[in-house]
């Protein structure tokens, strides 16, 4: 979403500079905007020759918050975490770093091979390593010039 700023110098049917300002800095503010910013974990997508690979951020978690689905072709990862009062003497004057639930999903491709797929969670980082099929498998060969 992109907000476009009044400015139409001395016309008479500008709105007011203040009026502005007032927009302007409501939705710059960091409490709003924390509300409208999606909370889902960051994911990175890459390919390599013979598999793909999905990186999710999701730190503070545990393996077994993770529901990891596949249903035809969509992979859906998703988080039910459930919410413990221990706040052991804490008073947080802003904490962002909390998923209490979260949905993702992924359309795989036709290449990929729904029978390899595995995951693993380390240091924060769920990481999907989803197999290509043999027949998508690049092949990589030198052609002889004749």
């Known amino acids: 979403?992109?907000?476009?700023?009044?400015?139409?110098?001395?016309?008479?049917?500008?709105?007011?500079?203040?009026?502005?300002?007032?927009?302007?800095?409501?939705?710059?503010?960091?409490?709003l905007s924390d509300r409208m910013i999606s909370r889902?974990?960051?994911?990175?997508?890459?390919?390599?020759?013979?598999?793909?690979?999905?990186?999710?951020?999701?730190p503070g978690l545990n393996k077994e918050d993770f529901n990891i689905k596949l249903d035809k072709n969509l992979l859906t990862v998703s988080v039910e975490q459930?919410?413990?009062?221990?706040?052991?003497?804490?008073?947080?004057?802003?904490?962002?770093?909390?998923?209490?639930s979260f949905v993702r999903s992924f359309a795989l491709p036709d290449s990929a091979d729904d029978a390899q797929i595995e995951a693993s969670y380390t240091n924060g980082m769920l990481n999907i390593h989803v197999a290509?099929?043999?027949?998508?498998?690049?092949i990589v060969?030198?052609?002889?010039?004749?």
């Open 1 to 31: 979403m992109s907000l476009i700023k009044f400015n139409n110098g001395n016309n008479s049917k500008s709105l007011s500079p203040g009026f502005n300002d007032i927009f302007e800095t409501m939705f710059n503010d960091s409490f």
């Open 141 to 146: 060969r030198q052609i002889e010039i004749k």
């Open 82 to 100: 459930k919410k413990e009062s221990n706040t052991q003497d804490r008073q947080y004057n802003k904490r962002e770093f909390c998923y209490s």
């Open 40 to 58: 889902v974990p960051a994911v990175n997508i890459c390919e390599t020759q013979d598999h793909y690979l999905i990186e999710m951020a999701a």
């Open 132 to 138: 290509k099929k043999d027949e998508a498998k690049q």
